[in-house]
Nanobody, 123 residues
Framework: QVQLVESGGGSVQAGGSLRLSCAVS????????LGWFRQAPGKERAAVAAHYTGTAITYFADPVKGRFTISQDNAKNTLYLQMNSLKPEDTDMYYC?????????????????WGQGTQVTVS
């Protein structure tokens, strides 16, 4: 079982930036797809971005393209989501997820392990 711990959420004004971290507890994360998703109460979980750790191929959902980027620190088994030019509509709980043999990286049902989430509030 993969364990994921998100951190870095908080409150920021519109136009500001935050960097979320996802620490992955697995001996080798090189054959996983790590995804970021967000969800507001009463709404469906929506894709933000996904990253194949072995190939470094990354996908972004349309609402965040050009504003969010992903990077990974292999030594720390940590994935980062850099969020710039934040908007009030980016306010959500953000979740990190891990999956193997992920064919559709922006679909939440492709992932078997989830973190507890970190809240992002943009005002």
């Amino acid at each position: 079982q993969v364990q994921l711990v998100e951190s870095g959420g908080g409150s920021v004004q519109a136009g500001g930036s935050l960097r979320l971290s996802c620490a992955v507890s697995v001996s080798s994360a090189n054959d996983y797809c790590l995804g970021w998703f967000r969800q507001a109460p009463g709404k469906e979980r929506a894709a933000v971005a996904a990253h194949y750790t072995g190939t470094a191929i990354t996908y972004f959902a349309d609402p965040v393209k050009g504003r969010f980027t992903i990077s990974q620190d292999n030594a720390k088994n940590t994935l980062y989501l850099q969020m710039n030019s934040l908007k009030p509509e980016d306010t959500d709980m953000y979740y990190c997820a891990a999956g193997r043999w992920v064919a559709y990286p922006l679909r939440p049902d492709q992932y078997g392990s989830w973190g507890q989430g970190t809240q992002v509030t943009v005002s």
